[in-house]
């Protein structure tokens, strides 16, 4: 399974960036898809996760900003992020969950003050 980012680049403060992250290959199902980012010098975290069923999660500081979507039939997982921060700034990394994980290879959001 391979997965394929894009969408990440530089925004001033309160922009919007619309990130994809597509997955390839051998796939029977996916169970959930997420994003993850890590700013330099911090720890991987969890941006936001849908489940097969639709069901969402978002951490606390991206809540009412960030939206995770998922279209099933092609495999991909978006990220609508609006109102974006200079603390957002970060590489943004998929994740798919199937009977294994695999990770996309990021993509750099910079975000401007």
């Known amino acids: 399974v391979q997965l394929q980012a894009s969408g990440g680049g530089l925004v001033q403060a309160g922009g919007s960036l619309r990130l994809s992250c597509a997955a390839s290959g051998r796939i029977l199902s996916i169970n959930s898809m997420a994003w993850y980012r890590q700013a330099p010098e911090k720890q991987r975290e969890l941006v936001a996760a849908v489940t097969s069923g639709g069901s969402t999660t978002y951490a606390d500081s991206v809540k009412g900003r960030f939206t995770i979507s998922r279209e099933n039939a092609q495999n991909t997982v978006y990220l609508q992020m609006n109102s974006l921060k200079p603390e957002d700034t970060a590489v943004y990394y998929c994740?798919?969950?199937?009977?294994?994980?695999?990770w996309g290879r990021g993509t750099q959001v910079t975000v401007s003050s």
């Open positions: 994740r798919v969950m199937t009977t294994q994980q695999y």
